[in-house]
């Protein structure tokens, strides 16, 4: 319930075009619930249907998630679970959602992982992300968006705890 309601509360204090804004909650309900838009799909359904995709569509989808994740960021929220599932897609616009793994950095937050509890998805896991989830910061979102354009290019899932640039457009290795 906790997770649940610290979700919530980081999601709603995000309020940009590509992070999904929460419409409606009640997190004192039984079971707690909040209301988002419905996507038309998320960014895995899309690989899945379309597989690789061409530079200027990887290039774009980046962006949108980038800067979804840098507000994130400057508000002091690190996402800690980017991977296509939880890339929503609206209309044309790509949506950052499910903070369900987030973690608050400013000071007075509380801290809900404990240091030895696994956290996030294996492909998309930055290293020190496998080895001290408490101590991940805003490197590990950013990781994790290099595992997602690796994807876009190539159609493939990204290897864990290893970076395959095989496929991937050169323009896009920096």
Known sequence: RSRYKREVRLQRRLDHPNV??????????SPPWF???LADASLAQDIRERGK?????????ARQILAGVAH???HDVVHR?????NVLRLGD??????????????????????????MGTSAYMAPEQ???????????D?????????????????????????GVDRDLHY
């Open 93 to 118: 616009v790509l949506k950052v959602a499910d903070f369900g793994l987030g973690k608050d950095l400013q000071e007075d937050a509380t801290h809900l992982t404990r240091t030895n509890q696994r």
């Open 72 to 74: 994130a960021h400057d």
């Open 142 to 166: 950013v990781y994790a968006i290099g595992k997602i354009v690796c994807e876009l290019s190539t159609g493939r899932r990204p290897p864990v705890r290893a970076v395959d640039l095989d």
């Open 81 to 85: 679970d980017l991977k296509p599932p």
């Open 130 to 140: 496998f080895d001290d989830p408490k101590s991940v910061g805003k490197p590990a």
């Open 53 to 61: 995709r061409d530079l200027p569509w990887v290039v774009s989808a």
């Open 35 to 37: 209301t988002m838009p």
């Open 20 to 29: 999904m804004p929460v419409l409606g909650r009640n997190l004192s309900a």
